[in-house]
């Protein structure tokens, strides 16, 4: 959910260059020991490098520029099988984040970020041996304030790195701020719980319709040639959720409510934290008087999106309406795999129905 001015130093040029151009002058490289005798010792430098005539701004939440969060920044596999991702999905409020969420690589530079990985994946369930680790490099690229984000993908020159554990696969924890998983602020309570509602309320209303209209405009705009099967499934999944061992907590447990972050899904429980900007977000039937879906501030649609992650293991592909919908046209693969295209597609749903 953001308008912010660039900083750069070709802004003229840059306003002008298509995202697809500037992605492709970036590139990913990963350095790191080639043999380890522990999980803890995988540590990693990623240099992204921008070949290109003008400098870069990136959104860089849930890509290899973001070295603090615990988020998903690498793919790892072991002959061919996947390693458990264990670490934070998270929800970021566009409209809040400032320049810190942000990496501006100038023309002709590389900007390194050091990345320990350690707790963030599940390597005991696959053993010892020989692991691929590829970096994710779907990127948002920062445009202008008439055009805030734009869909780009820099895979060019990203290479899998290759490192062998010898020895301790034992599972890594995250580190954690406090020990308590529930929520002792009876307010922040009960907005959580009337917000977890409104979550499961959006997503029985979207999958009725989708169930009802199909691949009308609104689906396809969103989800492009993904079966409605799918969209389905997913929905309800979030509009059937009653597992007792899941928490919604208000405790930031992960030390992951960085600038702009409104909440986070912990993969390795499905527990889900909400953030201090999550209580400014408003209710469902303000979709019909006083906020547009655009705006991306629908509290059950937090709530939807989180559990999203929780209930089928979406994706944060990216963020942000429009670009959601630049997915169901160019990607319907990461469109139906982006937990935030079941955000705003739930409330677009409930804007275009309801109101």
């Known amino acids: 959910m953001l308008c912010l001015s660039l900083i750069t130093l070709g802004l003229g040029a840059l306003?002008?260059?298509?995202p697809a151009k500037r992605?492709?002058?970036l590139s990913v490289s990963l350095t790191g020991p080639s043999s380890v005798n522990s999980v803890g010792e995988l540590k990693?430098?990623?240099?992204?490098k921008n070949a290109g005539a003008e400098d870069v701004k990136i959104l860089k939440y849930g890509t290899v520029l973001d070295g603090n969060l615990p988020t998903r920044s690498f793919r790892i596999s072991k002959d061919g099988q996947k390693a458990k991702f264990t670490g934070a999905k998270i929800s970021v409020d566009l409209n809040k984040v400032s320049d810190g969420a942000f990496i501006t690589i100038p023309a002709g530079q590389t900007y390194t970020v050091e990345h320990d990985i350690s707790a963030l994946y599940d390597l005991e369930s696959l053993g010892t041996g020989s692991y691929s680790i590829e970096p994710v490099t779907t990127f948002q690229i920062w445009s202008n304030d008439s055009e805030p984000v734009d869909r780009a993908k820099a895979q060019i020159g990203s290479e899998a790195f290759a490192v062998k554990v010898n020895g301790d696969v034992k599972r890594r924890e995250l580190p954690r701020k406090r020990a308590t998983v529930s929520c002792d602020d009876t307010s922040q309570a009960s907005y959580i719980s009337s917000s977890y509602q409104e979550g499961q309320e959006l997503a029985s209303i979207a999958s009725d319709y989708v169930s009802s209209n199909g691949r009308d405009d609104l689906y396809t705009s969103y989800f492009g040639t993904t079966p409605t099967s799918t969209v389905i499934g997913v929905l309800d999944n979030v509009a059937n959720e009653d597992d007792s061992g899941r928490t919604l907590n208000c405790a930031d447990v992960a030390n992951a409510c960085?600038?702009?972050v409104i909440a986070y899904t912990l993969t390795s429980t499905t527990d889900i934290y909400f953030c201090d900007i999550f209580y400014d977000e408003v209710e469902t039937e303000q979709l019909c008087s006083g906020t547009s879906v655009a705006s991306r501030n629908i509290r059950g649609g937090t709530v939807l999106h989180e559990l999203t992650h929780a209930t089928s293991g979406t994706e944060d592909v990216g963020y942000g309406c429009d670009y959601?919908?630049?997915?169901?046209e160019s990607s319907p693969d990461e469109a139906a795999e982006n937990a935030d295209n079941?955000?705003?597609f739930s409330t677009q749903v409930y804007a275009s129905t309801k109101c």
Do not use: H, I
């Open 15 to 18: 306003a002008y260059a298509s």
């Open 342 to 344: 079941y955000n705003c």
């Open 324 to 328: 959601d919908q630049s997915l169901g």
């Open 44 to 48: 990693l430098t990623a240099a992204v």
């Open 258 to 260: 960085d600038d702009g």
């Open 23 to 25: 992605a492709q002058a």
